[in-house]
């Protein structure tokens, strides 16, 4: 693994189904993000993790879960999946310090039908 | 509040400069980033500002002004691969990042 991963590249997912999007970095970073982006709105933040044990709330947290087990993952879940919830969505990892620079995954395209 | 400022949409020409604005209204500030990103692909980093003036890196420059909430990127010598959205976003007391809706620039030949 080289930087930061995501997994699955792309999701069709019918209404009230479980999900879960994968995130994994290498470069030890403690802290994580995890985003949406939608057409006219920029990235929002869903929830972060400034260091492994810890999470907190974004922006747009509703539906949303996350948990950082080690320093590498970052998973986020939908618990029961809703049509607002199709975007693009980006983990991010940076260490969590001014001026450091966020890193970012490939993104995953999630749709919900 | 907070609140990022930046146009929607810009053209400009293959070899010519384009200026993309951003104002800012944060609560703590810890500095100004500017990210590139191509359809379809993860923003990525190109520049970072936290004190007054313009920072240069290659034909990309970036300016910040503290007392004024503004910032803006400079391009020059634009290529077509420039073609892209340009994304500002300031740091606040927490280190996360408070984004723009992004710009998209169009190049044409």
């Known amino acids: 693994i080289a930087g930061i991963t995501q997994a699955p590249t792309s999701q069709i997912l019918a209404a009230g189904r479980r999900m879960t999007l994968r995130c994994t970095q290498d470069?030890?970073?403690?802290?994580m993000y995890w985003y949406r982006q939608d057409l006219g709105l920029g990235l929002r933040l869903i929830h972060y993790s400034n260091t492994a044990g810890t999470t907190g709330k974004g922006e747009v947290p509703d539906g949303y879960s996350v948990s950082r087990a080690n320093t590498d993952d970052f998973p986020l879940t939908l618990a029961s999946a809703v049509p607002s919830q199709t975007s693009v969505y980006f983990c991010?990892?940076?260490?969590?310090?001014?001026?450091?620079?966020?890193?970012f995954g490939p993104g995953t395209r999630l749709t919900v039908l | 509040g907070q609140n990022i400022d930046q146009p929607t949409e810009m053209t400009a020409t293959e070899g010519a400069i384009v200026q993309i604005n951003c104002t800012y209204q944060t609560s703590g500030f810890n500095g100004l980033f500017w990210y590139q990103q191509h359809a379809g692909e993860a923003p990525t980093f190109l520049s970072y500002?936290?004190l007054d003036g313009l920072e240069e890196k290659g034909r990309f420059s970036s300016f910040l002004s503290r007392s004024k909430g503004y910032s803006y990127l400079l391009l020059k010598e634009l290529q077509m691969k420039d073609s892209a959205s340009y994304l500002c976003a300031t740091q606040d007391s927490n280190y996360q990042l408070i984004w723009g809706a992004g710009t998209k620039l169009i190049i044409k030949p």
């Open positions: 470069m030890r970073h403690n802290a």
């Open positions: 991010a990892s940076s260490d969590s310090e001014a001026g450091n620079e966020q890193f």
């Open positions: 500002n936290v």
